[in-house]
């Protein structure tokens, strides 16, 4: 979809041609047009994931789908990895796309340690992937769980990829795309896939307005995040002898003076943290939820 010649677009705009939807409100018909893609309504009504698991003879790249998360602020009982949206567990959805890059040649899933029989039994074995999945308890923090999957993913690969397991309407084009980016920037460490913002940012100190940034600078970070695997472990090395807690793996790279590519994602790659974020995802797939 092209965007009106007398339409404004975001900053990084001209550079990167993304259409404001602030400005272009057909520009958000687009999310729910890009998951409907994804998905085939069968004669049943069970809708199934157009993609196939494929491994290429020289996989360079390990992948790292975090799923440890206790799902406290989405208020259902035994988390919500295992939650059903359109007939899988959000968990299956995540897998899938990671199962489709054929660069991708393992799978590291972490979970709580005393659910990962219960979450192998649901969300791996009923679905026929084709990518080797390794299991890998999780830590008390996300950073712990990251540290561990890394722990249990092999060292014969190059690169190191991790996504959120909450967030299912992730594409295997892009996960392809940001390995891709990374390699063939010599001297780049990693990249993310972010978008940019496109509310007005406000700098608030003692409940009052004190400035108002330039939102043009400023990107919402999303996963997948991909790494040179010898600088990400290097990374983790020294946050824990320092006891640095980043707030994503991209800012253990960071903090050592490294170089992290963004690239640009799409909105629809949201994470599902809350109720509402459920009922989006629901809305996205075309199913309406209860």
């Known amino acids: 979809?092209?965007?009106?010649?007398?339409?404004?677009?975001?900053?990084?705009?001209?550079?990167?041609?993304?259409?404001?939807?602030?400005?272009?409100?057909?520009?958000?018909?687009?999310?729910?047009?890009d998951a409907a893609a994804r998905l085939d309504l069968s004669e049943t009504g069970a809708r199934t994931v157009h993609f196939s698991g494929k491994v290429s003879k020289s996989p360079k790249t390990a992948a790292i789908i975090l799923a440890g998360g206790s799902g406290e602020r989405f208020g259902h009982e035994g988390g919500k990895q295992l939650v059903e949206i359109s007939g899988r567990p959000m968990l299956t959805w995540s897998i899938a796309a990671f199962d489709a890059v054929e660069d991708v040649g393992e799978i590291v899933v972490v979970c709580p340690e005393e659910r990962i029989a219960e979450y192998r039994s649901c969300a791996i074995d009923p679905y026929p992937f084709v990518t080797p999945i390794t299991m890998a308890p999780a830590g008390a923090t996300r950073q712990e769980s990251a540290f561990s999957g890394l722990e249990y993913a092999s060292e014969e690969y190059e690169y190191v990829v991790l996504h959120d397991g909450a967030r299912p309407l992730i594409a295997p084009e892009l996960i392809a795309h940001t390995i891709n980016t990374l390699k063939g920037t010599l001297d780049a460490d990693g990249a993310i896939v972010a978008t940019p913002s496109i509310d007005t940012l406000k700098v608030v100190e003692n409940g009052c307005i004190v400035g108002t940034p330039d939102r043009r600078v400023f990107w919402n970070a999303q996963t997948p995040q991909v790494f040179r695997a010898g600088v990400y472990r290097r990374a983790h090395a020294s946050a824990l002898s320092e006891g640095f807690v980043g707030t994503d793996d991209s800012s253990l790279i960071e903090r050592l003076g490294g170089k992290v590519l963004v690239v640009e994602g799409k909105r629809s790659n949201i994470k599902l943290t809350v109720p509402e974020d459920y009922a989006m995802l629901n809305m996205s797939l075309g199913v309406q939820s209860d």
């Not at 975001?10 to 687009?30: C, Y």
Request: charged share 20%; hydrophobic share 50%; glycine share 10%.
């Open 1 to 33: 979809m092209s965007a009106p010649e007398n339409v404004r677009t975001v900053g990084g705009a001209a550079e990167f041609g993304v259409i404001d939807p602030v400005f272009v409100p057909t520009a958000l018909v687009e999310v729910a047009e």
